[in-house]
């Protein structure tokens, strides 16, 4: 099987051999070859040499292949469900009605947008000169994206890079790299240009690090953890390339006292539970009302209880493994440990008697602000809580973080909501839920969460440069100004 995508066609490159696994049952999904640094300067090559074409394309001849590449999606939808549920194990009925549609409705979103270039309006500020701006696309982007979803992932990156006239080099995680090369195929049969969309499957310290420090890219883009990031970013910086990094999170879940508590409860399971819990704003700090707190406390731990936990292709699976067994083991050990630091396992903690890498959904109460589970990030199926005496301390303890992803607050309270979403340090702050997204609004982080944005038209700006163009219109050839240079007596 191909394991990279490159000028417009399946390669089956020269690294060691790599097996995908399913991480419901440990069964073999597929088995590639990985890429190698060889690899990556061909891809870069191709993107290079793509680029021109594809920049000079009209928006509308780019937003044609983009909405076809949306129509080929849905026609694959089923296809690209399966693909990527077999390789993350993530439920069905997540990838059918979250992933994959609004991954499709990104597409399309961008198809839009490459149409719609904006900037300042041309006129003679200076009185002797016409200014204009122009918006061209800033070159080849390398993008390296995680294993949590991949394909919205790589769209979210891909995609608006696209649209603006760049063309890519991605590297998914080599444990899930299926549907990246599914999207690549599919925008090639959509009539994207040969080399504009390339994909090179392999490991982070190989092929990550040879990409994101690639001399002949104009744009690094990230999504994964912060540490890792900010090694992508120092390999970036070696040649002066611009980055965008999204990258981790710890977002509170703020229940202020007059909160509707059952919408809370609801509203942190599914906040909590998303994907397992492997989601950058997944909700993992409950931070609760003191007068709420027993009854949240007990009301998460009862529903967390009722989640059917299995076969991620049952339709009825509401919560499939973890990425891999050492993820699992890694977020088991952080449970287990919680104890030593005052926490108090209310539901789960243990791993259940099931094939694959599972973890029962699990609430700690009572955690203090020092502890790991409280200030880590656990990307699991984990949910912490501690109560708050009033606003102000709600607030304080929200913002006690490096991280700022994401954020919710709980109240019916219109003063409160407004207050919260001024002073919550977070890149989206939702109020009275959490987790909906949508393609025309940003998301990014700030701190140690990362900077720029992806999704809607804040992400198809970092895919574009601004050029100032300023024409002179007096016709002279001795300028009023160049009195200030020289003067001719
Ligand atoms: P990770 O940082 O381990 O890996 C991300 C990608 O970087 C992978 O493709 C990996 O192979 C590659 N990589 C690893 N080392 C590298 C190196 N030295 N140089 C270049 N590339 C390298 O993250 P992960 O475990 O795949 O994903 C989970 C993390 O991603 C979590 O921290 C989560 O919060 C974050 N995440 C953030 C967002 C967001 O939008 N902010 C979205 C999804 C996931």
Same mark, same amino acid.
């Given at each position: 099987?191909p394991?990279?995508?490159?000028d ?7 690294g060691?051999?790599?097996?995908v696994?399913n991480?419901?049952n440990g ?8 890429a190698?640094a060889?690899?990556?300067d061909?891809?870069?090559a191709?993107a ?16 044609s292949?983009?909405a076809?590449l949306?129509?080929l999606a849905?026609a694959h939808?089923?296809?690209i ?20 549609p ?30 204009s ?16 979803y991949?394909?919205?992932?790589a ?8 649209a ?23 925008a090639t049969? +959509?009539?994207? &240009?040969?080399?504009?969309f390339? *994909? #090179? /499957? %392999?490991?982070? @310290? ?7 420090g ?30 965008q ?6 977002a ?11 919408a ?15 989601d950058?704003?997944?909700a ?10 027993d009854?949240f ?35 088991a050990?952080?449970v +287990?440990?919680? &104890?030593?630091?005052?926490?108090? *396992? #209310? /539901? %789960?903690?243990? @791993?259940?008697?099931l ?17 790991e589970?409280?200030?880590?990030e ?8 501690r109560?708050?005496?009033g606003?102000?301390?709600?607030l304080?303890?929200a ?9 919710s ?6 003063y ?21 997204i ?9 701190g140690a ?21 300023m ?19």
């Amino acid at each position: 099987m191909p394991s990279s995508w490159i000028d417009g066609a399946p390669v089956v490159t020269s690294g060691t051999t790599h097996q995908v696994i399913n991480p419901a049952n440990g069964s073999t999904v597929a088995e590639l070859a990985l890429a190698t640094a060889t690899d990556v300067d061909a891809a870069v090559a191709s993107a290079r040499a793509a680029l021109p074409g594809w920049k000079n394309a009209t928006p509308a001849e780019r937003s044609s292949v983009l909405a076809k590449l949306a129509e080929l999606a849905q026609a694959h939808a089923d296809e690209i469900a399966a693909e990527e549920v077999s390789q993350t194990g993530k439920p069905v009925r997540l990838a059918t009605e979250f992933d994959v549609p609004g991954s499709i409705d990104n597409i399309s979103f961008f198809a839009g947008a490459a149409r719609h270039l904006e900037g300042k309006a041309s006129a003679e500020y200076s009185g002797d000169h016409t200014s204009s701006i122009r918006r061209e696309a800033v070159g080849v982007v390398a993008t390296i994206t995680p294993w949590n979803y991949p394909l919205q992932m790589a769209v979210w990156k891909v995609i608006p890079a696209l649209a603006a006239g760049c063309s890519v080099v991605i590297k998914p995680a080599e444990i899930t790299p299926l549907t990246t090369l599914t999207l690549a195929r599919l925008a090639t049969e +959509a009539g994207l &240009p040969d080399g504009v969309f390339n *994909v #090179v /499957t %392999g490991s982070g @310290i190989d092929v990550g690090t040879a990409l994101a420090g690639h001399s002949d890219v104009d744009v690094v883009t990230f999504t994964g953890s912060t540490a890792v990031g900010r090694r992508v970013m120092a390999a970036a910086a070696v040649h002066g390339h611009r980055t965008q990094l999204e990258l981790g999170g710890k977002a509170p879940f703020v229940v202020f006292e007059d909160a509707d508590l059952d919408a809370a409860i609801h509203g942190a399971v599914a906040g909590a539970l998303i994907n397992s819990g492997q989601d950058c704003t997944a909700a993992t700090r409950a931070i609760v009302a003191r007068n709420l707190y027993d009854d949240f406390v007990a009301g998460v731990a009862e529903l967390m209880g009722k989640m059917v936990v299995g076969d991620p292709q049952d339709p009825d699976t509401d919560l499939g493994p973890l990425i891999s067994a050492m993820h699992r083991d890694r977020v088991a050990t952080m449970v +287990a440990d919680a &104890p030593k630091e005052g926490g108090r *396992v #209310v /539901t %789960g903690g243990q @791993i259940p008697e099931l094939p694959g890498s599972f973890y029962l959904p699990t609430l700690i109460a009572d955690v203090t602000e020092s502890s790991e589970v409280y200030r880590n990030e656990i990307f699991g199926p984990v949910l912490v809580a501690r109560p708050h005496d009033g606003d102000d301390d709600a607030l304080r303890q929200a913002n006690d973080t490096e991280y700022g992803l994401a954020a919710s607050a709980w109240t019916r309270d219109v003063y409160r909501a407004q207050r919260a979403s001024r002073e919550i340090n977070a890149g989206c702050v939702w109020i009275n839920d959490h987790i909906p997204i949508i393609s025309e609004m940003p998301h990014g982080g700030v701190g140690a969460s990362g900077f720029g944005k992806d999704m809607s038209d804040y992400s198809f700006e970092e895919y574009l440069t601004i050029k100032h163009v300023m024409s002179d219109i007096t016709g002279v050839a001795e300028k009023g100004w160049h009195r200030t240079i020289f003067t001719l007596r």
